[in-house]
């Protein structure tokens, strides 16, 4: 297995749960981490060095951003799901981390999941997504807001079309 | 230092619990925090909000990846789409020549998606029905997952058909790289342990009626329905396959008419 493969290979499993966390559904997540990988494969000549695993999440998160547009701008036949990670599990019902992660615009669960739960640092997720530096501090700022609101029980503000 | 520099806002608060701040800020924030109870509550709840996710979150990195993230997998995947494509190619002459009867002549120059849906299908029915222990990814018992996991690969809302009535049981399905982007493949099993199977991809062509193609081990029908192309592959008894077209074309039209809109 070259290098590039093998870089690859060990980032899956963040990749996994990152995807897990950005959609909280489970098939969709490991969807979009197929696709990723699939993507950088077929990339490799268009990767010059530098930090695969930072890629791949770049990889991922424009995916799943595109996934998003593609959902809001058309109706969507979902059949009814049977999972529970969507709702929470045992939780459901209740103000959970998981629906509180739900609330928030899709740049700012993007932002603090890539801080919070793959550790990168500002400077990473600002290339990841793009933006300068500042941007991710407000997107960082206003999702913990948010989730404080949520969780503290305030009226969660107007859901936003997915 | 002058007191502005001793004034801790939100972003800093944010930078200190991501430890992203220099030490002698960190110092000032503390500082800050001891006097601040607010903002000391404020910077707790954020951190449980952390734990609260990667408690949620944190285990799926333990875990084995399953077996359709193996990097050797996914390689030959890209292979065999990059093969399907010169294979279809290729496909467009050859098969445009013999089939000229069918198609008119008109393939060879313009291959349509006929001639590339009916040779893929027929490729992928001669790759995968000899299959004894992996002829599908995803095997008929899981329907639901498979239509929607297909359904969403494709990007139109798609059914493997129920053919129980003609004795046909469902093995079960896969996706395949198609002429126009992913593709459905399911695959049924007569009794006597005969396969047909049933390829489906998007088509920007026109309905059509069931259209008989017939190779030297198999044959095939496609038609089109809505935005989707479908060829039902098996072996040559023209009879046999169109009773099964027949049937499946019935149901898919049945329906296919409430889902067509938007779009």
Known sequence: MSEFHEHIKVAIPALRRYARALTRDPETADDIVQDTLVRALRSEHLFHGGDTRAWLY????????????????????????DSDAATGGPESGGRDITRALDELAEDQRSALLLVVLEGLTYREVAEIQGVPIGTIMSRLARARSQIKAYLDGERPPLRRVK | MIDRDQIVGEDEL?????????ADRRTVVEAWLDTHADDAARVAAWRQQAELIRARYGALADETPPQRFNIGRLTRRRYRALTAAIAAT???????GALGWTARGIEAAHPTDLTLFTSDALDAYRLYVVEVRHPVEVPGD???????????RVGSPLQAPNLDKIGLKLVGGRLLPGPTGPTAFFMYEAPSGERFTLYCGRTSDRDTALRYTRGEQNAAYYWVDGDLAYVLSGPPERDKLHEIAQAAYDQIDRRQTPAQQGG
Do not use: C, M
Request: proline share 8%; charged share 20%; no cysteine.
């Open chain 1, 58 to 81: 770049t990889i991922l998160t424009n995916l799943n951003r595109n996934r998003l547009r593609t959902l809001s701008r058309r109706p969507v036949l979902a059949p009814i799901k």
């Open chain 2, 14 to 22: 944010n930078a200190y619990v991501d430890g992203e701040l220099p």
């Open chain 2, 142 to 152: 899981q329907r639901p997952h498979l239509d929607q996991w297909l359904s969403k």
């Open chain 2, 90 to 96: 290729i496909a467009a002459f050859v098969v445009g």
